[in-house]
């Protein structure tokens, strides 16, 4: 593992809280970032899944949200999530809109500080100011299933990939992960009357280079139509034309992660 490192070769430094520096490293495998103290000399707080150790990045990197939670149960059990697998409404998983599926996110319920860790692997939900669906066993947790709906804090975790020398002390090696890079849509509305959907379709595509219907169907059997807009490589670029959106007068938009 020692030798592994001592290939590491510093590529560049970022800013990041308290006025630390955060740096970033590569070699022949993954890129990985030296994680930094925090002001008062101690790392991060760090979390075991599976035997994994993670960890919030400090900087720009990460990803931090506030917003409210809710949760999905039985009526999606045994059914296929949005990255392929199956919802087992006992598990520890969520439905995000933009991180990555497999990412883990720590979710703190902010109503009565009980936390959870999560892995994406759902998208949703899609609900105006909802930033967060939890499985079932997940909103149990953080006492999520009475309320049905809460205030909570998420902050995406990075996989520790080994450790560093670093004075007279080993430091934590993190993946590089940018949750802020992909590929981002915007969602403009959902309809159950396809030619609803065609309509509003054919008004975008005059505004926009790309407008499109992509098809949901529910638990239920109910059929939505759901369109989209625009194509971004970043979160910046697609919360611009989220604004751009709002300013047409849509004021239902929100960003999809494709």
Same mark, same amino acid.
């Given at each position: 593992?020692?030798?592994?490192?001592?290939?590491?070769?510093?590529?560049?430094? =970022?800013?990041?809280?308290?006025?630390?520096?955060?740096?970033?490293?590569?070699?022949?495998?993954?890129?990985?970032?030296?994680?930094?103290?925090? &002001?008062? /000399?101690?790392?991060?707080?760090?979390?075991?899944?599976?035997?994994?150790?993670?960890?919030?990045?400090?900087?720009?990197?990460?990803?931090?949200?506030?917003?409210?939670? *809710?949760?999905?149960?039985?009526?999606?059990?045994?059914?296929?999530?949005?990255? +392929?697998?199956?919802?087992? &409404?006992? +598990?520890?998983?969520?439905?995000?809109? @933009?991180?990555?599926? /497999?990412?883990?996110?720590?979710?703190?319920?902010?109503?009565?500080?009980?936390?959870? @860790?999560?892995?994406?692997?759902? %998208?949703?939900?899609?609900?105006?100011?909802?930033?967060?669906?939890?499985?079932?066993?997940?909103?149990?947790?953080?006492?999520?299933?009475?309320?049905?709906?809460?205030?909570?804090?998420?902050?995406?975790?990075? %996989?520790?990939? /080994?450790?560093?020398? *670093? +004075?007279?002390?080993?430091?934590?090696?993190?993946?590089?992960?940018?949750?802020?890079?992909?590929?981002?849509?915007?969602?403009? /509305?959902? =309809?159950?009357?396809?030619?609803?959907?065609? %309509?509003?379709?054919?008004?975008?595509?005059?505004?926009? %280079?790309?407008?499109?219907?992509?098809?949901?169907?529910?638990?239920?059997?109910?059929?939505?139509?759901?369109?989209?807009?625009?194509? *971004?490589?970043?979160?910046?670029?697609?919360?611009? &034309?989220?604004?751009?959106?709002?300013?047409?007068?849509? *004021?239902?938009?929100?960003?999809?992660?494709?």
């Amino acid at each position: 593992m020692k030798k592994f490192f001592y290939l590491l070769l510093i590529i560049s430094i =970022f800013g990041c809280a308290g006025g630390k520096e955060q740096i970033r490293l590569s070699s022949y495998k993954k890129p990985a970032i030296v994680l930094p103290k925090t &002001m008062d /000399g101690r790392l991060p707080k760090s979390y075991s899944v599976n035997g994994v150790i993670y960890y919030p990045l400090l900087n720009g990197e990460g990803l931090v949200q506030e917003g409210m939670a *809710s949760w999905y149960g039985k009526e999606f059990h045994g059914k296929k999530t949005s990255s +392929g697998e199956i919802y087992n &409404m006992y +598990g520890k998983t969520a439905a995000h809109k @933009i991180l990555p599926f /497999g990412t883990y996110v720590k979710v703190q319920n902010l109503a009565n500080r009980r936390e959870v @860790i999560v892995r994406i692997n759902d %998208r949703g939900p899609f609900v105006k100011g909802r930033i967060i669906d939890l499985s079932y066993g997940a909103a149990r947790q953080i006492g999520l299933l009475g309320p049905g709906v809460a205030k909570v804090r998420l902050v995406a975790l990075s %996989r520790k990939i /080994g450790q560093i020398k *670093s +004075g007279n002390d080993y430091v934590p090696l993190v993946e590089a992960a940018d949750f802020r890079k992909g590929k981002f849509t915007i969602q403009v /509305g959902a =309809f159950e009357n396809k030619d609803n959907a065609l %309509r509003l379709v054919n008004r975008l595509i005059v505004i926009f %280079r790309y407008a499109t219907i992509t098809t949901y169907v529910s638990p239920q059997e109910k059929t939505l139509y759901r369109v989209r807009v625009s194509l *971004s490589n970043d979160l910046t670029g697609a919360n611009k &034309m989220v604004d751009k959106l709002k300013y047409l007068g849509f *004021s239902q938009v929100f960003i999809v992660a494709l």
